[in-house]
T-cell receptor, first 115, second 112 residues
């Protein structure tokens, strides 16, 4: 079966510090991968998605970036965090090769607090 | 473009009450429709889905029917429990861009 991991689970960082969040998926090959942010309130904002190694699409211009160095690894980074980067970051995957290419499965999330 | 509108709530119910959370959508063609649930401090979990008109998705006592004529996918449960307290998201998928379009979420609180 497929599983998705995110770490760290929680993170407290000072303004201006760098960031690296990691997401890995097990049990599937060549998944589509997604990064979402959930800020104050409940809404979900799609930040990046990737359809393959090295292929990144950005949805929102900001001080965040994403990379996909391996097929099942997706990394969210920042060189200098802003207060507004605080939130709950969710990674998700979907398999175009499977029987349900329309369905995304989410990880447990990373709670980021920027002070 | 695609969009999803759902009642924002919050919705507060007593245990064993009937639940309806409304969701309507705008999209071309026949999108796939979803309900996701997010328990406090956790990621989203797929609750149910429907991929074509008149399909009924169901799981854990929750149901939703894909209504093409009214472009709706309302979530219902006949008798809610305290453990159903969570945020519920309606979403749609049109295959051309690999992305889900989410509603803003509805916070449900069930009191004993």
């Amino acid at each position: 079966s497929q599983t998705i991991h995110q770490w760290p689970a929680t993170l407290v960082q000072p303004v201006g510090s760098p960031l690296s969040l990691e997401c890995t998926v097990e049990g599937t090959s060549n998944p589509n991968l997604y990064w979402y942010r959930q800020a104050a309130g409940r809404g979900l904002q799609l930040l990046f998605y990737s359809v393959g190694i090295g292929q990144i699409s950005s949805e929102v211009p900001q001080n965040l970036s994403a990379s996909r160095p391996q097929d099942r690894q997706f990394i969210l980074s920042s060189k200098k965090l802003l207060l507004s980067d605080s939130g709950f970051y969710l990674c998700a995957w979907a398999s175009l090769a499977g029987h349900a290419p329309d369905t995304q499965y989410f990880g447990p999330g990373t709670r980021l607090t920027v002070l | 473009g695609n969009s999803v509108t759902q009642m924002e709530g919050p919705v507060t119910l007593s245990e064993e009450a009937f639940l309806t959370i409304n969701c309507t959508y705008t999209a071309t063609g026949y999108p796939s429709l979803f309900w996701y649930v997010q328990y406090p401090g956790e990621g989203l979990q797929l609750l149910l889905k429907a991929t074509k008109a008149d399909d009924k998705g169901s799981n854990k006592g929750f149901e939703a029917t894909y209504r093409k004529e009214t472009t709706s996918f309302h979530l219902e449960k006949g008798s809610v429990q305290v453990s159903d307290s969570a945020v519920y998201f309606c979403a749609l998928w049109r295959g051309s861009n690999y992305k889900l379009t989410f509603g803003k979420g509805t916070l449900l609180t069930v009191n004993p």
